[in-house]
Every structure is written in structure tokens, then in C-alpha cells.
């Protein structure tokens, strides 16, 4: 357990993150593993993508992989109502 705000804090969500992509990418397709390593700083996703359609489903399958590490995502946004 980390307390929220501690100067580790960073640190310690990004090997969560990381170490939830190496664990479950045989799973999930490499779009979505890319996305977790690459696409997040600390605790905030910034990903586009071509379609709201392709939007959607990344997100549905980062949701499922996230909570496979206990990470629960909220707050999605999109310039596409």
C-alpha cells in the first residue's frame, strides 16, 4: 500500500502499470498493451484514435486490463458525443 501524494507515488503506479501489461499481454491485443505502456502519465490516459468506434473498444478492453491490476478506470471523455 502507497499513500496517495507520496513522492513515490509516480514512480510506483507506472511499475503497476507496466508489470499489469507484461502479465496480461497474451491476452489482450498489442493496440491495448501499447496503449498501458505508452499512453499514461501517473494516473491520466491521453490516447486518440481514428474512429469513435475504435475509440470505444480500447477503452472497453484498457478497462478490462487495468482491472486486472486493481485499477479502476473513470472519467473517459471524447470530442465525439
Do not use: W
Not at 39 to 53: G, R
Request: aromatic share 8%; glycine share 4%.
Amino acid at each position: 500500500m502507497h499513500i496517495f501524494g507520496a513522492t513515490d507515488s509516480p514512480c510506483s503506479v507506472n511499475f503497476a502499470l507496466l508489470k499489469t501489461a507484461d502479465d496480461n499481454q497474451e491476452h489482450f491485443d498489442p493496440v491495448t498493451i501499447d496503449t498501458l505502456r505508452q499512453n499514461f502519465y501517473v494516473d491520466d490516459l491521453l490516447k486518440s484514435m481514428p474512429t469513435p468506434e475504435s475509440a470505444i473498444r480500447l477503452m472497453q478492453q484498457v478497462t478490462e486490463l487495468c482491472a486486472k491490476g486493481g485499477f479502476n478506470l473513470t472519467k473517459f471523455m471524447s470530442n465525439n458525443r
